[in-house]
């Protein structure tokens, strides 16, 4: 695998700045979010430089019970061509549920949500998993992701769980620490027994990033500094392995230039940190051997026997490395059954309708924590259509924000967040809550502006009528 570096993710906000930053070696794009035939310049600018520009996706959802869109595989690559990328990255999570798998309403998400983390679900995401790799140009390597909830009557620990999927289907993996973090918080778990079961050599390269702490949960924001225990869990990561990139990952509330070349300072030095202590557990282990009468050096032999080195022949048979053919052989990866697939699309279905429709909790499920993910998802939703539809925030004022909440109880998420945008304002002229008056004007210009499937001026007679027949309700 190439080495990357440093890096950072590359936001427009900071576009410039990330320019302007010294030691930065590559940088992430999140993939839905550029054009490849109108790529920023700031991006160009990069590429001509020789900065390694990586797309990471968030909308595939690998982990769900449906096989991979065949339009977002072929958005994905189209990105990585353009930009020239070594590889692809993507999510070991579900981002939508339901439709004619299951026979209930296909909701969305708008977030990452866990995969169970079951034979089945392996099973799915490992065909996937393939099907998105045949697919793409380049090579993929999927995230860990941070979780609020867990799955009950899970068979595997999340180390076990990337073990086996990188070992059946050949993915690298790129490790968020911040996510190790956050899963340690809030489900018990420990993150060095999760990098002690991980395979080190399938890295492609890791995440930090920083969140904060509220009533015993920690949420991944993206927005705020890095914690030292994320960086404590990047140092135990380096002493186990040297990994080929590591890249600082912030969303919003962007510092001041100096503080992000502080953050990316204090990631170099864990690092450095976990190095150091790879070096000095190497010498104490050489010392042991020496003293037992046994050099023990990777590749010489020791007591007749070669030590096993990764990639490299032992004995004449290369040793396993998860994720690389051995013997010129890969691994097939046997396909999930339809059964299978359904199992698990009822489950997600379930799961998501109680996150976003306000359905029953599924049995075995934490109910105060699955009130903490719905409300964080209701949340999120309203910050990014305040994003994506600047003018709804400016149009309704202070009321913007619990006009919205109250509007995602009730309404699923039906597309993407533009189509969100466009079905809460629709909610809020029917409602009639909104008084007639500047503010209702101005959302129904606005509405209508957007919603019909032609500019307004080709269709005007049409979507006025519409427009009276919203006032009259």
């Not at 790129?174 to 018990?188: K, M, S």
């Not at 499920?365 to 964080?376: H, M």
Request: with cysteine; hydrophobic share 40%.
């Amino acid at each position: 695998m190439a080495r990357l570096g440093t890096g950072i993710g590359w936001r427009p906000e900071i576009a410039d700045t990330v320019e302007r930053m010294p030691g930065i070696d590559w940088v992430e794009v999140v993939a839905e979010n550029t054009c490849p035939g109108h790529l920023p310049q700031s991006l160009v600018r990069l590429r001509e430089r020789g900065v390694t520009v990586v797309p990471h996706g968030v909308s595939l959802g690998l982990g769900g019970a449906e096989r991979p869109d065949e339009g977002r595989l072929t958005a994905l690559a189209e990105r990585a061509e353009a930009l020239g990328s070594p590889l692809v990255t993507e999510h070991i999570a579900f981002v939508r549920a339901g439709g004619p798998l299951t026979a209930t309403p296909r909701l969305e998400a708008g977030h990452l949500l866990p995969v169970p983390r079951t034979r089945d679900a392996l099973d799915v995401l490992c065909e996937n998993v393939r099907i998105a790799q045949e697919a793409l140009p380049v090579p993929l390597a999927v995230e860990n992701i941070a979780a609020l909830v867990a799955w009950p009557g899970e068979e595997m620990t999340e180390g076990q769980f990337l073990y086996e999927l990188a070992e059946r289907t050949g993915v690298r993996l790129l490790i968020d620490v911040a996510n190790l973090y956050t899963n340690h918080v809030n489900r018990g778990e420990d993150p060095a027994k999760a990098l002690a079961e991980l395979p080190v050599e399938a890295i492609a390269y890791v995440h930090v990033a920083g969140g904060f702490e509220r009533d015993g949960v920690w949420h991944d924001s993206h927005a705020h500094p890095v914690p030292r225990p994320v960086l404590d869990i990047l140092t135990d990561l380096a002493s186990r392995v040297s990994p080929p990139g590591v890249l600082l990952e912030r969303d919003e509330n962007f510092p001041e230039p100096a503080e992000m070349e502080g953050e990316l300072s204090a990631i170099r030095e864990a690092v450095r940190d976990g190095e150091r202590r790879a070096v000095k557990q190497e010498l104490i282990r050489l010392g042991r051997d020496a003293r037992a009468g046994a050099a023990a050096e990777p590749g010489r032999p020791v007591g007749g026997v070669e030590a096993a080195v990764p990639g490299r022949p032992v004995g004449g048979v290369e040793a396993a490395v998860p994720g690389r053919p051995v013997g010129g052989v890969e691994a097939a990866v046997p396909a999930a059954g339809e059964a299978t697939r359904q199992r698990l699309g009822l489950a997600q279905a379930a799961l998501l309708s109680a996150l976003v429709a306000g359905t029953p909790v599924p049995e075995g499920f934490d109910r105060v924590r699955l009130g903490v993910q719905a409300r964080a998802l209701a949340a999120k939703r309203a910050g990014v259509v305040a994003k994506v539809a600047p003018e709804l925030p400016v149009i309704l004022g202070e009321g913007y924000r619990p006009a919205f909440l109250a509007y995602a109880h009730g309404h699923p998420m039906r597309g993407g967040y533009r189509q969100d945008a466009l079905d809460f304002a629709e909610q809020v002229l029917l409602g009639g809550r909104l008084e007639e008056g500047r503010a209702r004007r101005e959302l129904r210009t606005w509405w209508l502006d957007r919603s019909g499937p032609a500019p307004r001026s080709r269709s005007r007679l049409a979507l006025e009528r519409m427009g009276r027949s919203l006032i009259r309700r």
